[in-house]
């Protein structure tokens, strides 16, 4: 059983079109929640640490927030360059542990 | 600040044979982790350091992948004899610290790596 699902797999938006991803968990003892942006052909981009329930972050057009159970990545009028994949990662357990990922979501633009 | 680096970018190898990857992490991060990333899939941990002791390496197949990071600083990360299912990209991530608020991983590029 995996124990981060993203979801939808891919996400086809208009410019403009806000909508939102989402990855849900199933760790116990979280102890911090990762999202990054990956452009093809590059390593991971960090965009977003959450650490606790009811927390949320903002940077430009994304908004993540996080629940007990699952995050949400908010993208408010998206433009063309944002079109990525997303991936969502997290910590359980003793701190020092690596991160486990999600598939992601791949997120396309169109203007 | 220069982010890591890794190297080489892309190689292609046949079965059986052997291939080195090169990571440089950010100057001053003390943790360092290898992750494979199959086509398709999110990274999945190989190997983590801090400095150049081995903190978790319970996903590394053993019998044919092997790393070091030698004086705290840059890893290499080896595969030997290399099998078809090992064709992936190979990240290189760093951290400043293991734990607490300084603990987000940066990514390098990666290495593609295609086994026929």
């Known amino acids: 059983e995996d124990q981060v699902t993203q979801s939808p797999e891919a996400l086809r938006l208009q410019e403009g079109e806000s909508s939102s991803l989402n990855c849900s968990y199933t760790v116990s003892g979280l102890r911090g929640l990762f999202w990054y942006r990956q452009d093809p052909g590059k390593g991971p981009e960090f965009l977003f640490t959450l650490y606790s329930a009811g927390e949320e972050k903002e940077k430009e057009r994304l908004k993540a927030t996080l629940t007990k159970k699952e995050s949400f990545l908010h993208i408010t009028a998206p433009k063309p360059e944002d079109s990525a994949t997303y991936l969502c990662?997290?910590?359980?357990?003793?701190?020092?542990?690596?991160?486990?990922f999600g598939k992601g979501t791949t997120l396309s633009v169109s203007s | 600040e220069a982010g890591v680096a890794q190297s080489p970018r892309y190689k292609i190898i046949e079965k059986r044979q052997s291939v080195a990857f090169w990571c440089n992490p950010i100057?001053?991060?003390?943790?360092l982790y290898w992750y494979q990333q199959i086509l398709g899939q999110g990274p999945k941990l190989l190997i983590q350091?801090?400095?150049?002791?081995?903190?978790?390496d319970s996903q590394l197949p053993k019998d044919r992948f092997s790393a070091e990071r030698l004086k705290g600083v840059d890893s290499t990360l080896k595969i030997q004899p290399a099998k078809l299912e090992d064709s992936a990209v190979y990240l290189c991530a760093s951290s400043q610290t293991l734990a607490g608020p300084s603990d987000t991983q940066y990514f390098g590029p990666g290495t593609r790596l295609t086994v026929l």
């Open positions: 350091f801090q400095n150049n002791g081995v903190v978790d």
């Open positions: 990662a997290v910590r359980e357990g003793q701190a020092g542990t690596a991160l486990i």
């Open positions: 100057s001053g991060h003390a943790t």
